[in-house]
């Protein structure tokens, strides 16, 4: 079984449908706590850093083998847990950075909230390093987007994040930094590759709930 740790409880649908077409069959139990994303946003990612832990710890003494977590502000903190955990925690933003790194130096990277920023440009530069390929990362908060996806109007964010990705001309790759910004695809008109991570983060959880424990 594999445990999700999401901070909106509009990434459910999201996940259950990407199971569905690319793991039929695998096991999805939804952690959903909006407040670790509220309190980060004020406090920074560390403050929230025992809360996810013990949500982790819950996870796994539901059975879980391996834990996803989907929220990019509080993903690396996520990541340092795993230790402590006993099961492997996939930031389920990575495989969307390595990927970004591979598709050129110039990356453009779009987030609905501030605080998504740092652990996304800190993420971009340490895969750049591991894969020895220099970037240039610049970041932009589509105005707005933020409070149209609080107010459940998942169009009118999907519709923003689209334009501000639309206007991007002077970059390699466009990477959407929060999972909640996925379905701006649908509505984008730009040429430049988009990433998002609900996709490839998924198949690499996947992978690690298939992997031998130990």
Do not use: N, Y
């Amino acid at each position: 079984m594999l445990a999700l740790l999401h901070t909106s409880h509009l990434h459910v649908p999201v996940f259950d449908a990407l199971r569905d077409e690319h793991h039929p069959g695998l096991e999805l139990r939804h952690h959903v706590d909006p407040d670790l994303l509220a309190r980060a946003r004020q406090e920074g990612p560390d403050a929230v850093a025992r809360d996810v832990t013990a949500a982790l710890r819950q996870a796994v003494s539901s059975g879980a083998r391996a834990v996803l977590c989907t929220c990019s502000t509080i993903g690396e903190v996520a990541e340092r847990a795993a230790g402590e955990v006993g099961v492997p925690v996939v930031r389920g933003d990575l495989p969307m950075a390595a990927e970004a790194v591979a598709a050129g130096p110039r990356i453009a990277v779009l987030a609905t909230v501030e605080s998504t920023l740092p652990p996304t440009l800190a993420l971009l530069d340490d895969e750049a390093r591991r894969a020895d390929r220099p970037i240039r990362a610049r970041a932009q908060v589509v105005t707005d987007a933020w409070t149209r996806f609080e107010a459940g109007d998942i169009e009118g964010c999907a519709r923003l994040v689209a334009a501000a990705a639309d206007a991007v001309t002077d970059a390699d790759v466009i990477v959407l930094a929060q999972a909640s910004m996925t379905s701006a695809a649908k509505f984008t008109t730009t040429a430049l590759p988009m990433l998002s991570s609900p996709r490839p983060g998924l198949a690499a959880a996947a992978r690690s709930v298939r992997a031998p424990l130990g």
